[in-house]
């Protein structure tokens, strides 16, 4: 007959767990797996909870006097835009971006015909097209810049006990929101080298984004040893000088063609 | 009709700062309760207490207004413990030779009219079930007297402190197995 682990009796103990059932029939015909429980018990009996002070009923108007002058006065919520938690605007902003990124270049496909013929055979885009691929290289390198910034500060974490990530949790949920929305713009726009990354960042900032509030040292270093096995923080770099570099020559360019226009 | 905490908070939100009155009166003695349990002494539970209503006060900007106050605050005040026992831990112990000879603070054996004999091995299971308890560490602690003393479910205790069930599950056993093994010799004398 095999026997209830020290786990399942815990489990058995506490009226925890979904096997209750299970250990409880085999309790009931088991002399050595109740003598355990009856150990497990014993043990635990000892462990009795602290007698806690007793305190007034003007307990709490005595807490409140405490704390009262130490509370600074709240701005009246005036605004509807101030109730929205500040973290969601970041991933409106992206919304708004690539909405405007993507409506765009949908009215520029239904130009007129006589357009399409006066465009046809020249591989430039329109002045509205290059300012629109301007502003999403701004937002997709500001992206990285927030991303590489949330990587780095995991990466460098060292706490000797469990360390309390959910700021970094909470950053890594907003920006795989962000970077859904980007990926998919840089698909529409046909750049493979973002779009490769910002694929792989998802999958990392997902991943980040469904651990636990709070890491164990070893779990730290799981993730860690993830991020650096991956070689995604290089890659972020590279792309991210890449995008900076694109987007300062665009604007340069973009200047330039405005002069030669003016003269 | 009294106010319902969810209308306070909207009151405090909205620049009514003395109608955080209302919600540190309803939750103070859980607070404390809590607190207590978790740091087993009672000026620590009362900085635990002030600490959580001034942390939930300056963070109620962020409190999700579906959620239930109550829990919230359960949570801080958790996080506060939390922070408190880990830097417990992390500094030597300067607690006077005299304090820790003194009778601990805890429930003694229920006995009526116990005998010298009794009262003295009861004295002897507090302060090994006290020093026990050190060997925990903050998060097998916090996981232990949210399911032994408090009578919190594996699923509760998972939620108060947002980690995985299993992880919740593993900290309560981790922290038996260890209570056991360090008062092992006691069962012998009972």
């Known amino acids: 007959m095999k026997h209830l682990s020290d786990d399942q009796l815990l489990l058995d103990h506490y009226d925890d767990g979904d096997d209750i059932e299970v250990a409880d029939r ?28 007793e305190r007034g009923p003007d307990y709490g108007s005595e807490v409140w006097n405490r704390i009262r002058a130490e509370l600074p006065e ?15 605007w970041a991933g409106a902003v992206a919304v708004l971006l690539v909405g405007v990124f993507l409506l765009g270049r949908y009215s520029s496909q239904k130009q007129s015909p006589i357009n399409e013929a006066t465009n046809a055979g020249t591989t430039t885009a329109s002045p509205a097209q290059q300012v629109r691929e301007r502003v999403l290289l701004l937002a997709v390198g500001d992206h990285l810049d927030r991303t590489q910034m949330l990587l780095m500060e995991l990466s460098h974490a060292s706490e000797p006990g469990e360390i309390d990530i959910s700021g970094q949790r909470q950053r890594a949920v907003e920006l795989a929101n962000a970077n859904r929305l980007y990926r998919t713009t840089a698909q529409n726009v046909g750049d493979p080298s973002i779009v490769t990354l910002l694929d792989e960042l998802e ?61 | ?33 809590l607190a207590f349990r978790m740091m087993e002494n009672e000026q620590d539970a009362e900085e635990v207490v002030q600490e959580t209503f001034l942390r939930a006060y300056r963070a109620l900007d962020g409190f999700e207004s579906r959620a239930n106050f109550g829990t919230w605050i359960y949570r801080i005040a958790l996080n506060r413990c939390y922070d408190l026992l880990a830097q417990r831990k992390s500094r030597p112990t300067t607690q006077p030779q005299e304090d820790r000879d003194a009778p601990p603070a805890v429930d003694q054996i229920p006995t009526k ?68 093994q360090e008062l092992q010799p006691l069962r012998t004398f009972r």
């Not at chain 1, 085999?26 to 002070?53: D, F, N, Q, Y």
């Not at chain 1, 509030?213 to 890659?235: P, V």
């Open chain 1, 26 to 53: 085999h309790l009931t015909s088991c002399a050595e797996c109740r003598s355990r429980l009856a150990a497990i018990e014993e043990g635990l009996k000892l462990v009795v909870a602290p007698s806690i002070p």
């Open chain 2, 113 to 180: 009219n116990p005998s010298p004999e009794r009262s003295l091995l009861s004295q002897e299971i507090e302060v090994r079930v006290r020093s026990a308890m050190e060997q925990l560490t903050t998060g097998e602690r916090i996981a232990f007297v949210l399911r032994h003393y408090e009578g919190r479910s594996i699923e509760e205790i998972a939620r108060a402190l947002n980690v995985r069930p299993g992880l919740a599950k593993n900290r309560v056993h981790r922290a038996v197995k260890k209570l056991r």
């Open chain 1, 203 to 263: 999958r990392v900032l997902l991943q980040l984004g469904h651990q636990p509030s709070r890491l164990t040292a070893r779990d730290l270093k799981r993730i860690q040893d993830s991020i650096q096995s991956q070689g995604i923080l290089f890659k972020v770099r590279v792309v991210r000088v890449n995008v900076r570099k694109e987007s300062a020559q665009r604007s340069r360019t973009a200047s330039s063609q405005k002069r030669g226009q003016t003269t």
């Open chain 2, 1 to 33: 009709m009294e106010m319902d905490d969810a209308a306070a908070v909207a009151r405090v939100r909205s620049g009514d700062k003395d109608t955080f009155r209302l919600l540190v009166e309803r939750h103070s003695q859980t607070i404390f309760r």
């Open chain 1, 74 to 88: 709240l701005t009246p919520r005036q605004h509807w835009w101030l109730a929205i938690p500040r973290w969601t």
